[in-house]
DNA sequence: GTGAAAGCGCTAACAA
DNA sequence: TTGTTAGCGCTTTCAC
């Protein structure tokens, strides 16, 4: 297959290649539309398709984008964006290359070079995680930031709303009628930018609500369900009037693990505590009991963005990031707060 | 950068382009090492790096190999797949194009026949759970398929060895002195062939043991942790000399929802009821209280394999699928089965 | 309105 | 041991 060129075509028609490129590029309408209809026609009839290879060689476009990413393995994240960027360049016709670095900055650069090297028409630079970085050398100019943003810009990015996610998480539990509301924020050493800002829209969301942020209910967790236990342990130690009614938790992991401890201890979700996660991680979010009430971060969205910008389809600024929407996703886990103390006390000897 | 050219170095080195393109291809040894230290120097200070496109016009080898797979977005599994395969492409100088067809038989067939026409060195055609398929027409020779085979063979393929599996998960109970042992068997509608492959394993095994197989225990859930919960509380209200000690769930989800079934019911686990899962999904199997005894699925392995094949480091079958190693993993919801009935019945009203 | 010719940057016969 | 020449298959001036 794919054995016959232009040349065979052009024979077959009765005309010259160049002829056949033009019409069949249609660039020239200049070509009478009889010649056109015979070149087309015969060029159907005998399965012609231009070799990119060459066309590549020629026009210096080869309709293929790089995609450069650190680990793609560890977190079912990263498929959401991959596929969204991959369907973007799907529907417009260009290949994505894809090559994964693992988290190593030697691969990533000689993935960088290589890309380049193979003249990508654009390239995109996806990070698992929502974090600032330097960019790294030898990028082109106009490669867009998916998922983190470069430390002195000069690049189109795209990024989670994670601020506003941070409000509307708080909002939620608000507007439920809570009125101690904890944040467990993420205790990793690398601490992402995400908990910074997700922890200013809570914060925010607090004041203007009237409520005193209580530094005793920002606690820190480990991501893991064993982390978010934990931290709600402590959260529940508190003084019974300064305990929280609701709980904020920098992600699905650490909320799995507050309700995990709340059955443990006869507490009712949310009956007796209200808690909201972030990420909508399918697997622990809706598999919870009650399903987990969640900010959802917009992988698919950011990723067909990111294609779209590295297409030309789409105009970006390359001094800030553009900031993604992070709906809230509503299932069951809030409620409005218990009356004080007494059912909650109740429920422990359950 | 990169604008420099095969002529340009020659000239500086005062040899043809031809020489050079030996030396650097060290295709000839019959350069004489001056000669060749001469334009390897040169090449180095200039910074040349040949221009794949040009090269794979002449050569017919472009360096590049095709993966498409239906979905990687919705499944935590692919992205360990891609990245093995990824990995051991780009080990060996290698680029891997993506296409993901979303489960579309139309995208599917374009995407074949682009990366057949962009001359893809190879290809591997990946599923995102372990099926047999229709083989899609236009598919290269030698296409490696990735977790699923072709109906009637023709190609290598590799995938989990299902039924390997499915008896030491069996294995595991029966060994921890289990009697009545069941089975929550996959209740959707295109119930796959891991589920058959799975159920032959936990049924040899207890053959083996003298222990007759139950019908009253095997039963089927969706996958979801509600469709184990449900599955369980069936098990759990048969007679209590029928009930299971012991059950082994065709996957972690359902798993799930047999722990938190229990937890609910005041049964302990593993004094009380002991579980096996299936797949050692990282988000629940080690998240859950307490860490989940599963099967693993050897994805980043059959990803490496099946790109080692595709790029011909490693002989294969066309004739049957490889069949890769499941192993074990020991957790914490596996021990001996409580003394019948008496220790069960008093935490029931705990 | 169409064709001839050149050339993208490289490699592989064949000469020398 | 090295250089010359001829393409790989296409697009694109430029001439007719």
Redesign the interface.
């Known amino acids: 297959?794919?054995r016959v060129r232009i040349a065979d075509v052009a024979r077959a028609a009765g005309v010259s290649p160049a002829t056949v490129s033009l019409v069949l590029n249609d660039a020239e309408s200049r070509i009478s539309s009889e010649t056109k209809d015979r070149v087309r026609r015969v060029a159907d009839e005998v399965g012609y398709?231009p070799?990119?290879?060459?066309r590549?060689?020629r026009t210096r476009v080869?309709g293929?984008i790089g995609l450069v990413s650190d680990?793609?393995?560890?977190?079912?994240f990263?498929?959401?964006m991959?596929?969204?960027a991959?369907?973007v360049a799907?529907e417009n016709s260009r290949?994505?290359?894809?090559?994964?670095t693992?988290g190593h900055p030697e691969?990533e650069s000689d993935?960088i070079?290589?890309?380049?090297?193979?003249?990508v028409d654009g390239m995109v630079y996806a990070s698992m995680y929502h974090r600032v970085i330097p960019a790294p050398a030898g990028l082109p100019a106009g490669t867009v930031f998916l998922d983190c943003r470069p430390e002195n810009g000069g690049y189109p990015a795209v990024v989670p709303d994670d601020y506003a996610g941070g409000r509307a998480a708080a909002q939620e539990l608000v507007d439920a009628g809570h009125q101690r509301i904890a944040y467990i924020d993420d205790g990793d050493d690398d601490r992402p930018i995400a908990a910074q800002l997700r922890l200013e829209g809570y914060r925010d969301v607090l004041v203007e609500a009237g409520i005193t942020p209580d530094p005793a209910l920002r606690v820190f967790a480990q991501t893991?369900?064993?982390g978010g236990q934990a931290a709600i342990a402590g959260l529940m130690s508190l003084p019974e009037e300064q305990r929280p009614t609701g709980v904020f938790a920098f992600n699905d992991?650490i909320a799995?693990?507050v309700v995990?401890w709340a059955?443990?201890h006869g507490l009712r979700i949310p009956e007796d505590l209200s808690v909201v996660g972030y990420d909508d991680?399918q697997?622990?979010a809706a598999?919870?009991?009650p399903p987990l009430t969640t900010v959802s971060l917009p992988h698919?969205a950011m990723g067909r963005w990111a294609m779209e910008v590295a297409l030309g389809l789409r105009e970006a600024s390359s001094d800030s990031p553009h900031l993604m929407d992070c709906p809230i996703v509503r299932r069951a886990s809030v409620g409005p707060p218990a009356l004080l103390g007494s059912a909650r006390d109740s429920r422990t000897t359950d």
């Open positions: 297959m794919a398709s070799n990119p290879i060459a590549s060689l080869t293929t680990r793609i393995a560890t977190t079912p990263a498929g959401r991959l596929a969204g991959q369907e799907r290949l994505v290359i894809l090559v994964d693992d691969i993935a070079s290589t890309l380049v090297n193979h003249r893991s369900a064993a992991r799995a693990g995990m059955h443990r991680q697997l622990i598999e919870l009991d698919a």
